[in-house]
């Protein structure tokens, strides 16, 4: 059926009448309008370049995809039905109702808009609105409202958007989509998520506007009950003001930003410390070494703390750190390259403060000395953790932890990385840093891990019971004193890529000279909380 542009008005359905077309609907430069009772069956694709006017009904009932071209006009009341689906081919709007019985609606790059007074019904399983593409579900606002639902959905999963605003509008609105995977800008380390995000558009209301999305159980990595509202604004996350409901799988957040995301995950702080390690620090660049990933990378790709020969004690920490290949390559600021792994205690503030390890993270240390969480970029995620003041301590493999002093040096951490407190240990003063000056040492002006820990315990000393020297020849070297062992060794405590008890640049001679200042019978050790 194709209606050409006709000199009078034209009711092309009557009162209590139905119309079916089996072929294609196309309206060019017509009215069309739809009586009350009325319904118009249209089983193939519906192309119009105008308004379909009248309080009757459109019912899309084809056997197979059809194609819906509005250009985006309005259908005042539109019935789907077609269990192969609808695709638009162009933006539509909603005047007064939505009605699924079965099937999706599939936008693509176009927007489905709602006015401000459509509503919505049948919508649920394998029924509901798929933003496969571009283009989003538009809600149209011109006063408050409160938990409308827009029946988004991936899949044959329904996973709904609600929307809820106070304050004034003008040419307002809400746009929406759900994308079946996990928000691709969550910190890396996240241990309870989802499997879908909600990415957000606002415009034109001044007030408050909150989303709340609703995820299915099978969207869910890790525990549920941890899960919290989270909003994301091209820069930060924050949980501020969110709702969370594992009764009815759904969480909500207030829209801050024009453009965004909406998201389900674990409560969340982020940890930005920087610290030197002594057998990587060059006094003369001001930087570290870091020959164990060039000329090709010897840093293991997964945490090596979980593993023999360190076996460090993880803290709810269950999930084992893993990076990417691309991590470990050259960096466009050189600074930035990756000098190895380094292990991150969590400690608490109160009773006995620093003394109570809380949560531990392994991440990595770039030349400059700042710590990364896996991804070489994002500061370091704690999970399940509350904002507030804490103690960070940071240890590594071959060297001697340090930690900030819990009475006078303790970090503010919270969950927006642009306004994150920087640890800086490496310029902290004494007072800053647990212990006596004996718990780390300097070079060029700048504080560093005590370096030669080859056996990997609390200290570092050259003579006497589990001295790093014999460690070194005995276990690293298989008692071979002209041996060298090459690779990712605990026993390289110079970062040359190698292990070496004699000859020149071996680590013998840099645990003595450098380490323990020549003499042998001196000894280094750890000072963290206890």
Do not use: C
Request: no cysteine.
């Amino acid at each position: 059926m194709k209606l050409k542009k006709l000199p009078t008005f034209l009711t092309v359905v009557a009162l209590g009448m139905s119309n079916l077309v089996s072929a294609q609907l196309v309206i060019d430069n017509a009215t069309f309008f739809v009586e009350a009772g009325a319904t118009v069956t249209v089983q193939g694709d519906l192309t119009s370049n105008a308004n379909i006017q009248g309080p009757g009904k459109i019912l899309l009932k084809g056997t197979s995809n059809q194609n819906i071209n509005m250009g985006g006009f309005s259908i005042p009341n539109l019935e789907m039905d077609n269990a192969s689906n609808v695709t638009l081919t162009g933006n539509l709007k909603i005047g007064t109702a939505l009605m699924f019985t079965n099937g999706k609606i599939l936008l693509g790059d176009n927007n489905l808009t709602f006015s401000e007074l459509a509503t919505t019904s049948g919508q649920g399983a394998s029924k509901f609105v798929e933003t496969n593409g571009n283009g989003q579900l538009v809600k149209l606002l011109t006063a408050d409202v409160a938990a409308v639902e827009l029946p988004l959905g991936t899949g044959t999963n329904y996973r709904p958007a609600f929307v809820s605003s106070t304050g004034t509008y003008s040419n307002a609105s809400v746009g929406v989509k759900a994308l079946a995977v996990p928000d691709p800008n969550r910190p890396p380390m996240i241990s309870d998520y989802v499997a879908t995000y909600w990415p957000v558009t606002k415009s034109g209301v001044t007030g408050t506007v909150t989303v709340a999305g609703q995820y299915v159980t099978a969207d869910i990595t890790g525990t549920e009950s941890n899960l919290r509202g989270y909003f994301y604004n091209g820069t930060d996350w924050t949980s501020a003001s969110e709702t969370h409901d594992a009764g009815l799988n759904r969480v909500s957040a207030p829209i801050s930003a024009a453009t965004g995301s909406v998201y389900a995950m674990d409560k969340f702080v982020l940890t930005k410390a920087k610290v030197f390690l002594q057998g990587a620090y060059n006094s003369v660049t001001g930087v570290m070494s870091d020959a164990l990933r060039t000329p090709s990378n010897l840093i293991p790709l997964t945490d090596p703390y979980r593993a023999a020969p360190y076996n460090f004690v993880q803290v709810a920490n269950p999930v084992a750190e893993s990076a990417a290949v691309s991590v470990f390559g050259d960096q466009a600021n050189a600074n930035d390259n990756i000098v190895d792994w380094v292990f991150l205690e969590l400690r608490n503030n109160g009773t006995n403060p620093g003394s109570n390890i809380l949560q531990t993270r392994s991440a990595l240390v770039k030349r400059d000395g700042s710590i990364v969480d896996v991804d070489g970029i994002s500061p370091v995620t704690f999970n399940n953790v509350v904002d507030g003041n804490y103690t960070v301590a940071v240890r590594h493999r071959n060297h001697l932890g340090i930690s900030a002093d819990p009475t006078t040096n303790l970090l503010a951490l919270a969950e927006k990385k642009s306004t994150a407190s920087l640890l800086d240990l490496t310029t902290a003063t004494d007072a800053q840093i647990f212990g006596t000056t004996a718990a780390y040492t300097t070079a060029g002006g700048k504080n560093m891990l005590w370096a030669g820990n080859a056996n990997f315990n609390n200290n570092a000393k050259y003579t006497g019971p589990a001295n790093d020297k014999d460690y070194l020849l005995g276990t690293v070297l298989g008692g071979l004193g002209t041996a060298t062992v090459a690779g990712y060794s605990a026993g390289d405590l110079n970062f040359n890529r190698s292990a070496k008890y004699t000859g020149p640049a071996n680590d013998k001679d840099f645990l003595l000279a450098n380490i323990l200042s020549g003499i042998s019978t001196a000894t280094r050790t750890q000072a963290l909380p206890q």
